[in-house]
């Protein structure tokens, strides 16, 4: 489990880091805040494209061996940004090299702790996914750091070359037990189904519905929060700290909805989340001075710390561990295809209104959709 928690750690934490490099390359290139923000949307995109390929690798081969290649790879992609000059460079790094430790930083670590834990899924689940948020709060502040005490091409070097140390180091711990090692933490399970038999199946398509729903939020405001705070008067310090506030709250959401899961289910537990991620934003659109905003962001990363901890452990609930890294990553390629357009289209929406209110609007309303077909969910006993 540590090895799985460390390449979340890096992973999502080097991901929130990016954004402290756009005023360094804003300055040396004259790049617009589209184009930079059009390169992580494509790593969002492939790594959907690519997360079932991964999964499938790590169901069939070795989780180790595909996360410490993927894990590389993404190091090596941040080494490669301190060299580029061209605009198409960045977006063929963050394509291929940054998209490919992304795609499988979560389904084959989340599919493995599935694997290895059945009565305490959820928490073990949540416990992996505070790594994520302790690389959310940790790495910004070490890349900030960098940044003002060399330069951003150095910055991205030692950030690199600690990326590839730590995610081989994790890949290294991180193994798939025995059927021997898994009865001994609980009683048998079914073997599930194939992810041929899969997508047969309805409620697969309505789980991918759910993740395309929410996911669009869950790329959208970590990106625009902070400069939403400063519109509504905060200065860059205090709006960043926004980010802060946002990833203790999703800590919070991680282990109660984790532990939550093992007792209530997937689907009471998706419920769980969706109710304070349409709360949240809802009080976007209406919080008129930014100290609101402190309490509307914790109940906002709730939910963004449970949603994804809770779709791992639904698709084991449905689907058992047969297909299960397959099967994950169908689902996260239909999420991402949201979270590829959400931060663009909110990008737009400012643009021409000079609000980000039509954005969070329609946001509130595709969650509520998302909401729906939570409720149509039969209960996963019932299916057996």
Not at 292 to 312: D, E, K, N, P, R
Request: aromatic share 10%; charged share 10%.
């Amino acid at each position: 489990m540590l090895g799985a928690c460390l390449i979340q750690f890096t992973i999502v934490g080097l991901t929130f880091s990016y954004g402290l490099f756009f005023k360094s390359l804003e300055a040396e290139y004259g790049w617009s805040r589209t184009l930079l923000s059009g390169c992580s949307s494509l790593a969002f995109l492939m790594m959907g494209v690519l997360a079932s390929f991964g999964g499938h690798l790590a169901d069939r081969y070795s989780p180790r061996l595909v996360l410490a290649v993927t894990g590389t790879f993404c190091g090596a992609g941040y080494l490669l940004m301190s060299q580029v000059t061209m605009a198409w460079q960045l977006f063929a790094i963050f394509g291929l090299f940054i998209a490919l430790g992304m795609a499988t930083h979560d389904v084959v670590t989340l599919s493995t702790v599935a694997h290895q834990f059945q009565r305490r899924r959820g928490l073990m689940t949540a416990m992996v996914k505070v790594g994520t948020a302790l690389g959310q709060i940790t790495l910004p502040v070490l890349a900030a750091f960098l940044i003002a005490s060399t330069d951003w091409r150095s910055a991205l070097l030692i950030l690199g070359t600690g990326a590839i140390v730590i995610l081989l180091f994790g890949a290294s711990l991180v193994k798939r037990p025995t059927e021997g090692e898994v009865a001994a933490e609980s009683t048998p399970s079914s073997p599930g189904v194939s992810l041929q038999e899969a997508r047969r199946d309805h409620i697969l398509w309505m789980l991918c519905a759910i993740q395309f729903s929410h996911f669009a939020t869950l790329t959208t405001i970590p990106l625009h929060i902070v400069v939403h705070g400063m519109d509504l008067g905060m200065t860059p310090a205090l709006a960043a700290s926004l980010l802060s506030v946002m990833a203790g709250a999703s800590i919070v959401g991680r282990l109660t909805v984790g532990s939550s899961t093992d007792r209530i289910g997937g689907r009471r537990a998706l419920v769980l989340c969706f109710v304070p991620l349409i709360t949240s934003l809802v009080l976007f659109i209406f919080i008129p001075t930014p100290w609101l905003l402190y309490g509307a962001v914790a109940i906002y990363g709730f939910a963004h710390g449970g949603l994804f901890t809770v779709i791992s452990l639904t698709i084991a609930e449905y689907f058992g561990l047969r297909s299960h890294g397959a099967i994950f990553g169908v689902v996260v390629f239909f999420g991402t295809i949201g979270g590829a357009i959400g931060p663009i289209l909110a990008g737009a929406v400012f643009d021409f209104a000079s609000s980000y209110d039509a954005a969070f609007a329609g946001l509130a309303v595709l969650a509520a959709v998302g909401l729906i077909f939570v409720f149509r969910l039969p209960a996963p006993e019932l299916r057996q």
